[in-house]
Each structure stands twice: as C-alpha cells, then as structure tokens.
C-alpha cells in the first residue's frame, strides 16, 4: 500500500517571502502538498492542494509566481480574493504542509501522487474544506443518492455520496 509521509509545515509570512527562507529544508522528492490557514492553535484550514514531482521545486515556483496559475495561489495565500472560487481568507497564519509519497511495488510514482491528490481533495470535499482547486471534487467526481423515508431511520442522512 503506498504511504504519504507527512514533515512538519512550514509558516509562510511576508517577511520571508512565502517561506523562502525555508525551502532548502524541502527535498527534490515527490509528493503531495497543500496551503493552510490557522487561528491560533485550532485546526488548519486548506484552501489548496496540489502534488509534484520535486516538492521544494513546487514551493520556489509559488514563491517566485512565475505562472498565472502560481499567482493565483499566491494572491490568496497573501489576503487576496481568488475571482475562480470566491475564496478569500480572513487573518491567520497561513502554512505550506508537505508529505512525500511512497507508492506500493508495482505502482510507478506518477500515478502513486495522482491517487494520493485525488483522495485528498476528494476527503477535502467530503468534511467541507473550502478548497480553491475543486478538480476531482466537483459533483461530476461524484454520485449523490437522494435518501428517502430517512425519518424512519435516524441513522441515515438524507444524501449518500460516492465516488465514482
């Protein structure tokens, strides 16, 4: 079975450029990552996930925002409005958490991080993370089933939801 091996995050301020100072503690080694929001000590909030081949790699480009795609994260990670989702995060810290993969004999790396994106942003979806990237989570990801007589039955909701 493949194994995500997740490092302890790492505070992203704007003193430090979103982290930069930090990169080097990454290594060039695939895996999954994703930004985070905290109030205090409560929990983290996602608010996007995404895989790589290289993660310390991943983290320059979103520091150095070369891509319209990195300045979009960016701009969020920093108080911005992202236009596509309508997210926009109140105060807090925010973190890039970061897990290197480990895919199973037989499963080549490529589609090991694959996997491991789609069912996080699948689970992200399913305990209500507001997420800003919906791919593999929108309802096209998913089979919904309308529960009827649940009132009969306490223990059922009035949906089910699978993967497809």
Do not use: C
Not at 64 to 89: A, F, M, N, P, T
């Amino acid at each position: 079975m493949p194994t995500i091996s997740w490092m302890k995050p790492i505070e992203l301020t704007h003193s430090d450029v979103l982290g930069y100072d930090q990169v080097d503690r990454l290594k060039d080694k695939p895996g999954l990552y994703f930004f985070s929001r905290r109030f205090g000590k409560g929990a983290y909030e996602p608010f996007y996930i995404g895989k790589s081949l290289k993660i310390s790699l991943r983290l320059d480009q979103y520091v150095s925002s070369k891509g319209k795609h990195e300045k979009r994260i960016r701009k969020v990670v920093l108080g911005g409005h992202d236009v596509y989702s309508g997210i926009q995060l109140g105060i807090g810290p925010r973190f890039f958490h970061f897990g290197y993969v480990n895919p199973s004999k037989g499963l080549n790396m490529d589609k090991a991080i694959g996997y491991a994106e789609r069912a996080l942003i699948q689970y992200a979806r399913i305990v209500g993370w507001k997420i800003i990237n919906n791919h593999y989570a929108g309802p096209a990801a998913f089979r919904s089933f309308d529960v009827n007589g649940s009132k009969y039955n306490r223990l059922l909701p009035n949906k089910l939801i699978s993967h497809k």
